[in-house]
């Protein structure tokens, strides 16, 4: 019988193609030039901007959106990546709703902010479509850099660099290059290749070499780097996932969302991508509303996002847990997990419900038990691999200023860097800043 | 529900809103409907001396400028006159007069600057029946090339011989339609009530050129890789042609005139804007272009809505009550002092006030810890220039100041009326009797 939502345990196929294409499409498609104008018409070029000082990466909003205004996408499209050569790839993932259109003052005034992510996309495609890169190296400067991690962080260290004349050689121990970008977005917020792409684009300024499976530890190591090259940028993210700690965790169906996240991103064919009939989430942050949504438009029949504090403290945003509950996600909110139940394979969730006592989470004692053919860990990310040599602070890579490390010569940014939210759009920032210190400390 | 019957010149009209003569009023066909929709009158559009007709380009007539989502601000055309037989027009007029007796209906006539010509045709335009006749003194483009329109409307001397022959060979209301193209609007209508008008009618189009195309290098509506000046309506002209009015209104020469107001007028608010400036009627083109015929509808709602909120049972009750209102710049009140106040409930902390006023006026707004932007009244001069480009409408406003304060700015006392004339910085300030 061909598989469909109701069909139990972990099944393949619950969803037809035609529902399947539909479902992972664009999660904002683009916009057609008149919608672009008339968005862009919306701003109103604000003196000193706070969605200027909202972005991370100091992007000229007002100006790239009168670009846009003016008929000139191209050059809306240059402002953008002149701070933050990921600025496609940030107009699609960045949680704008608490970034730039957060402070946006039409959401302030009217609760409808100008939209500034879909418009930065509108830019950038265009430019992108056109296969231009606006940038050229500089003369070359002899200086090599090695950096460990080509995802954000890594990529736009990578860039800057090449930019001033460097010659840089990044390092990645996955396959692909492109890290989160390539591995950890929810499908619906990057497609059509889009990552691939932009890595290949971003790699037209020259001077870049990518070496994939190339893991740090284990075919290069942070001494033999720094003795090639005159400096090392470490973007290499968070490697390891936090486990539940439960018994039963290692049972079938009990699984981490990132990994599950990086499979469903790697399908060639969705329909092939097992998902159960019964998910739980367990979690409250973007990987979790990502995994939960993406299960249920796999054609999981229910899903549920548990989380064990109270909804407002979850750190998916609102628009990303309106996004899940749009999508027929149920979100339960002070529970936490006690036990996995099942026989081999997963049954059901155990959680306690909790509750805030001054401030401390506490369990209350009562329980309630969710079925469950698989569920999935999205209760955070740790640093793995760091060297040695380097100091940690707070289970991050300690940098002080642009990403210098403890060692001298070494610099570190994006997630595996202390400081900063775990964003695509903060680990550009970090890798683009990092690059400009280094090259003040190469050329000094 | 008010009454917007209106008497212009005698000719009695269901509602003050006709249809300028233009290309929405060049056949039966599209009248009728207008006339359908609820137009209160129509000029049909100008008609040519008996002959082959003129003929028209067969590329673009028409350029535009655009606002946001491509509302259109501004129409340009370069359109001529009517390219029918002038027999298929009178007789076309003459049916559609005898089917809307209620309705105005008035016939534009432009024909070359010789008595002969006038006199040829103002008999056969009167067999139609219409209520009156419009002289077309006003197209810019093409017609005036041929010693026609605007060629006619610049000169005054001209306006009031072709006035004076339509007043000799046709007897009923001779409205003279106006050229924009000219320094002073106040000549051209003092010739036209020498001549014996009934009435004048402003503005026609503004020379005008929307767009150049930067690839092609060349004017835009491009015909052939070149371009000609067209006239230029729609809402942008209707500043222009409010002012315009506003003199001819006011003009001692001219006072007392009447006028049927043209020149962007889109809603009932323009509409009423220009009747209270003195104009009997309006004329309306572009909004019926742009939006057919059916914006009569909102038209003769929104103006009968504001006369019973303000208690007018009949047009005649505010035409003209603003005139008296206008005035010369060196009468105004130099003791009037405002200051802009800026309601904080209301801000959005855009700061485009900031911005304007910082950059390009008086360092008259201080920027606060926290996005707060504040006026600062000892460097407020009050220009408005803040109100104008907030985005948040009545979030800055002018407050007068009452009589007796001292304004922080100057260090003077409000006082009482007093104007450029009596000025002492002016050299020919009147002196009061010592």
Not at chain 2, 221 to 237: N, W
Not at chain 2, 249 to 275: C, K, Q, V, Y
Not at chain 2, 338 to 362: F, P, V
């Amino acid at each position: 019988m061909t598989p469909s939502p109701r069909t139990d345990g972990i099944a393949a196929g619950r969803l037809d193609e035609a529902h399947l294409d539909r479902n992972f499409s664009d999660l904002h498609p683009p916009y057609e030039p008149h919608e672009a104008h008339v968005a862009a018409d919306r701003c109103y070029f604000c003196h000193d901007a706070p969605c200027m000082e909202a972005c991370p990466t100091s992007i000229d909003i007002p100006l790239f959106i009168r670009q846009i205004a003016t008929g000139t996408p191209e050059a809306a499209a240059k402002t953008i990546f002149e701070q933050n050569i990921l600025g496609g790839m940030c107009a699609r993932v960045c949680p704008t709703e608490t970034l730039c259109e957060e402070v946006c003052v039409r959401e302030v005034a009217e609760g409808k902010p100008v939209e500034i992510g879909r418009l930065q996309r509108y830019a950038t495609d265009r430019m992108m479509a056109r296969d231009v890169h606006p940038f050229t190296r500089a003369a070359p400067t002899g200086k090599r850099v090695a950096i460990v991690g080509a995802g954000p962080a890594g990529l736009a260290c990578a860039h800057r660099l090449a930019m001033k004349g460097h010659d840089v050689v990044i390092h990645d121990a996955r396959e692909k290059p492109g890290g989160l970008n390539e591995y950890g977005i929810a499908s619906y917020k990057s497609t059509g290749g889009f990552a691939q792409a932009e890595v290949d684009w971003l790699l037209e300024i020259g001077g870049i070499t990518i070496q994939t499976g190339s893991v740090l530890g284990r075919d290069v190591t942070l001494e033999g780097l720094k003795a090639d090259h005159d400096a090392v940028f470490l973007g290499m993210g968070l490697a390891g996932v936090n486990a539940l700690g439960l018994t039963g965790d290692d049972m079938a169906g009990s699984l981490d969302a990132v990994s599950f996240i990086a499979d469903l991103r790697q399908a060639d064919d969705l329909a092939t991508l097992p998902v159960g009939r019964d998910v739980v989430v367990i979690g409250g942050g973007m990987t979790a509303v990502d995994a939960a949504v993406q299960s249920k438009l796999l054609g999981a029949q229910t899903v549920t996002i548990a989380y064990r504090r109270g909804q407002d403290r979850m750190a998916a945003s609102v628009f990303e847990q309106e996004l899940a509950t749009a999508k027929g996600v149920h979100i339960l909110t002070n529970v936490q997990p006690v036990a996995l139940h099942g026989n081999g394979k997963l049954e059901a969730v155990e959680f306690e419900y909790t509750e805030d006592r001054d401030g401390r989470l506490a369990g209350t004692g009562e329980t309630v038990r969710i079925p469950a053919d698989q569920c999935f860990r999205a209760i955070g990310q740790t640093l793995e691999g760091a060297p040695e040599a380097l100091e940690i602070a707070g289970g991050k890579i300690a940098v002080t200023g642009a990403g210098r490390t403890s060692v001298a010569g070494v610099w570190a940014g994006g997630d595996c860097a202390l400081g900063g939210d775990d964003l695509t759009v903060t680990a550009v920032a970090e890798g683009r800043d990092a690059a400009e210190d280094i090259h003040a400390a190469l050329m000094a | 529900m008010a009454d917007l019957t209106t008497d212009f010149l005698g000719i009695k009209s269901p509602n003050p809103f006709w249809l300028a003569s233009a290309p929405p009023t060049d056949k039966e066909y599209n009248v009728r409907r207008a006339f359908d929709a609820g137009w209160g009158g129509v000029v049909w559009k100008t008609l040519g001396a008996e002959g082959p007709p003129v003929v028209n380009v067969n590329g673009p007539r028409y350029g535009a400028i655009w606002g946001a989502d491509r509302r259109l601000l501004g129409l340009n055309n370069i359109e001529l006159i009517t390219d029918r037989p002038l027999e298929v027009n009178l007789e076309e007029m003459t049916r559609v007069k005898k089917d809307y007796p209620d309705r105005a209906l008035i016939a534009s006539i432009m024909v070359p600057c010789d008595e002969a010509s006038w006199k040829a045709i103002l008999p056969r335009v009167a067999e139609t029946g219409c209520d009156g006749i419009e002289l077309n003194f006003g197209c810019p483009h093409g017609m005036s090339e041929r010693g026609m329109g605007a060629a006619v409307g610049q000169v005054p001397e001209y306006i009031q011989m072709v006035t004076e022959w339509c007043k000799m060979y046709y007897d009923r209301p001779v409205i003279v339609k106006l050229t924009p193209n000219i320094t002073d609007i106040r000549k051209p209508a003092e010739a036209a009530r020498a001549g014996g008008a009934d009435a004048v009618s402003l503005i026609n189009t503004i020379n005008s050129i929307t767009h150049v195309d930067l690839d092609l290098m060349a004017p835009e509506p491009t015909i052939d890789g070149k371009g000609s000046h067209g006239g230029y309506c729609g809402p942008a002209v209707k500043p222009i042609a409010l002012s315009m009015v506003s003199e001819i209104a006011r003009n001692p020469a001219t006072h007392g005139l009447p006028i049927s107001g043209i020149g962007g007028i889109t809603t009932w608010r323009d509409a009423a804007e220009f009747m209270v400036m003195g104009c009997g009627n309006v004329q309306v083109c572009t909004a019926a272009m742009t939006y057919g015929f059916k914006v009569v509808q909102e038209m003769i709602s929104g103006l009968s809505q504001w006369m019973d909120e303000k208690g007018y049972t009949s047009t005649d009750q505010f035409i003209g009550k603003a005139v008296p209102n206008v005035t010369d710049w060196q009468y105004l009140n130099l003791n009037y002092v405002t200051k802009a106040k800026i309601d904080q409930d209301a801000c959005i902390s855009c700061g485009r006030c900031y911005a304007a006023c910082e950059d390009t006026s008086h360092q008259a707004i201080a920027m606060k810890e926290g996005r707060v932007f504040e006026v600062i009244d000892e460097e407020c001069v009050a220009c408005n220039l803040c109100v104008n480009v907030c985005p948040v409408e009545d979030c800055i406003t002018m407050v007068e100041m009452d009589k007796g304060a001292v304004d922080p700015r100057t260090g003077v006392e409000v006082g009482d009326y007093a104007n450029w004339t009596q000025h002492p910085n002016n050299p020919m300030a009147v002196k009061a009797a010592e």
